[in-house]
């Protein structure tokens, strides 16, 4: 680009973090505008642990879209992609001067799952920073993209209404409670595998909504009352009542899988080991202390409250000690030591199995989406293509 026509460039950079669901979407209503047959609900985690990072970039003199994630280019006919930046360009068209051409930069972190990635909601969101966009309008534009991304508009705890409309208009996010209602929870993620799974999320909801009579009966009885005492849980901070929900969400999604037909296997060998490890533990303290949460793949995310987040850590680094020590294994915010009794490691039982989590992420509940303000950390340079910092191999 001609160093006078640089001026005519306009970029923003923006970074959305990650949400876990504590009550489950599976299934569309509608995938074309991506309508859940149920309402979800889930937990931001902090973006300093866990973020995706988007820079996009308009101008006049661009003669095509183009995006790259994680430094490579990608097809940009991707039909939930164009969705999007239609959406979003129609917002200002006539308002903005770079005849609806745009370049992006993505930048995702490794744990996120092929067709359930947060670009989406990222990319939404920056968008509508380039063109003044309402934020009210986010919600129902990123959901088009990925149906669970737009709980990333809201920090906390964040719903996904159903909603009732046609047209999906009343179907969005929307916050319950903000990221600093509940100061004491805490998350694990425990990664065991980091290969993509074999049946995608769209493609598993769609032979789920065809085959699994669990699933009807599940989005029209168990669902709605479940919403309603998951919120209740939540404002009265009571973690027993939560932990124990979000297991048995956690545990009715799995076997929709399994009623799929074909079935679907998400969770593998140390999935059920991690299951069997947190119910030993509540079991032998007489109360719910700590709550997995498995989403459509083998790697297991935990609640707990800070009281009990050193001795579970090291119940964790017993029974499954890790292959290297120190921060390639843990990461995330710091966990104090903690001593195991020898009455708790009796009690629990178990055979420790090493090497079977790779590495633990110790986080807690984060903010929305937020706008970088240094020029020095876009992802695109002045000529609208990608740094060569952020250029994979």
Known sequence: MPENDKQSLSMVTCTAPVNIAVIKYWGKRDEDLILPMNSSLSLT??????????????????????????????DISNPRLQSCLQESILWRLNDFDCNGTCTSMTSCS??????????????????????????EQLSAVARQGSGSACRSLYGGFVQWKLGEQLDGKDSLAEQVESESYWPELRVL??????????VGSTSGMHTSVETSQLLKYRADVVVPSRMEEMIRVIRERDFPAFGELTMKDSNQFHAICLDTYPPIFYLNNMSHRIISLVHRYNQYYGETRVAYTFDAGPNAV??????????????????FPPEVSGEEFFKGLPVCSADLSEELK???NMEPTPKGIRYIISTKAGPGPCVVKDPNHHLLGADGLPKKSVISD
Not at 111 to 132: C, H, R
Not at 302 to 319: A, C, G, K, M, P
């Open 45 to 74: 985690l902090h973006q300093d642990q866990l973020k995706t990072t988007t820079t996009v970039a308009c101008s006049r003199n661009f003669q095509q879209d183009r995006i790259w994630l994680n430094g490579k280019e990608e």
């Open 110 to 135: 490794p744990n996120d799952d092929d067709d359930d990635v947060k670009i989406w909601f990222v990319l939404v969101y920056t968008l509508s920073q380039l063109f003044g966009v309402e934020s």
């Open 189 to 198: 993620t425990l990664v065991v595998s980091a290969e993509q799974k074999s």
């Open 302 to 319: 935990i609640y707990t409250l800070q009281d009990h987040l050193s001795e579970f850590v090291q119940v964790v680094r017993h029974f």
């Open 346 to 348: 009796k009690d629990i």
